[in-house]
């Protein structure tokens, strides 16, 4: 059932994306002389589709219980501008296609020296025949296995001083929303689009399976960001990552000063906090942010930057601080 809907999916996907490309794309680049580029721009056009798909869908679904149930009230709805922009641009998956294309050369030739020196295959669904090869297992094998990796990934971005004062691009957001997902410094999107496009490869991950992975992943980290207030009750906040659970991530004092780096690291599932001990289920709506944004005597005033190149920017500001000496991981300043 659910992989003859997903088929249907695919199909009105693929024929929307021939109709735009013969219509609209190849006219306009016949052109202006980029024929060369005709096939990847083809290819790309898919992870345009879905993104705008994604954008739609998780607005239209998201956006009404940030209406009608908010966890708090925002004092300056333009601070989100930047966000909305940050979506668009993360969610048209441009970056993640790139490194999985350009990098399935090199897996495809490693995996034929495994086959040469009897190395065995790496490809997840093939483990136990018949079971975990069902489209549908072997999708929920890869989600897991790609969350784990998500969670330690995660957890470095907390770790190690340089790769922070990228990841705080993200957590110096103060109002929370169904747009804060996206909002992340574009060189930790390449590192992180690398990081899981290898690792996607290497496990077996097939292009069609990678696209609906990372559409679902990117669909439940934007209802984890939502400002609203989800009735997930205690099982179900176990299962998968609920808003209260990582909006404590994004609190200041808890989520990246607490627990020794920090706690609730979880991308979609929390069983990893619960392993390795980094869960806090406190339900308080906490103020979210980086301390050192405070004004004195709570914080330093640190500017963050309003909008994207701003945002972007000032990250680099922070490292060249961090590298000379002039900052430090604490929690005065972190």
């Known amino acids: 059932m659910i992989q003859a809907i997903l088929a249907q999916l695919d199909n009105g996907i693929s024929a929307l994306q021939t109709l735009l490309y013969v219509d609209v794309v190849?006219?306009?680049?016949?052109?202006?002389?980029?024929?060369?580029?005709?096939?990847?721009?083809?290819?790309?056009?898919?992870?345009?589709?879905?993104?705008?798909?994604?954008?739609?869908?998780?607005?239209?679904?998201?956006?009404?219980?940030?209406?009608?149930?908010?966890?708090?009230?925002?004092?300056?709805?333009?601070?989100?501008?930047?966000?909305?922009?940050?979506?668009?641009?993360?969610?048209?998956?441009?970056?993640?296609?790139?490194?999985?294309?350009?990098?399935?050369p090199l897996f495809n030739h490693w995996q034929s020296l495994m086959v040469i020196h009897y190395v065995p295959n790496t490809d997840l669904d093939s483990i136990w025949p018949g079971v975990t090869d069902q489209p549908v297992v072997s999708?929920?094998?890869?989600?897991?296995?790609?969350?784990?990796?998500?969670?330690?990934?995660?957890?470095?971005?907390?770790?190690?001083?340089?790769?922070?004062?990228?990841?705080?691009?993200?957590?110096?957001q103060q109002q929370m929303s169904l747009w804060a997902d996206d909002r992340n410094h574009f060189l930790d999107d390449i590192i992180q689009a690398a990081f899981f496009a290898a690792?996607?490869?290497?496990?077996?991950?097939?292009?069609?399976?990678?696209?609906?992975?990372?559409?679902?992943?990117?669909?439940?980290?934007s209802v984890q960001h939502v400002n609203a207030r989800?009735?997930?009750?205690?099982?179900?906040?176990?299962?998968?990552?609920?808003?209260?659970?990582?909006?404590?991530?994004?609190?200041?004092?808890?989520?990246?000063?607490?627990?020794?780096?920090?706690?609730?690291?979880?991308?979609?599932?929390?069983?990893?906090?619960?392993?390795?001990?980094?869960?806090?289920?406190?339900?308080?709506?906490?103020p979210t942010g980086i301390r050192d944004q405070l004004p004195a005597p709570h914080g330093v005033g640190r500017a963050y930057g309003q909008g994207l190149l701003a945002q972007q920017w000032l990250a680099f500001g922070r490292i060249v601080e961090r590298v000379r000496g002039r900052r430090t991981y604490g929690s005065a300043s972190s």
């Open 26 to 104: 190849q006219p306009f680049f016949y052109r202006v002389g980029l024929m060369g580029y005709d096939e990847d721009t083809y290819d790309a056009l898919y992870w345009v589709i879905i993104g705008a798909l994604q954008v739609s869908v998780t607005y239209l679904a998201l956006r009404p219980l940030e209406a009608l149930r908010p966890a708090e009230t925002w004092h300056d709805r333009k601070a989100l501008r930047a966000d909305v922009i940050y979506t668009w641009i993360a969610k048209l998956g441009i970056i993640n296609t790139a490194f999985f294309f350009m990098l399935q």
């Open 139 to 172: 999708f929920l094998i890869y989600l897991v296995v790609l969350d784990f990796a998500g969670y330690w990934y995660h957890r470095w971005q907390h770790r190690f001083g340089v790769w922070w004062e990228l990841h705080a691009v993200h957590h110096s």
């Open 199 to 221: 690792i996607s490869l290497f496990i077996g991950v097939q292009p069609t399976q990678f696209v609906v992975l990372v559409a679902v992943g990117n669909f439940m980290q």
């Open 230 to 286: 989800l009735p997930y009750g205690w099982l179900l906040e176990r299962l998968i990552v609920s808003p209260i659970f990582h909006r404590r991530h994004h609190a200041v004092g808890y989520g990246h000063e607490g627990t020794r780096y920090g706690c609730n690291f979880g991308v979609l599932f929390p069983w990893w906090d619960m392993i390795f001990r980094t869960a806090s289920w406190n339900r308080r709506v906490e």
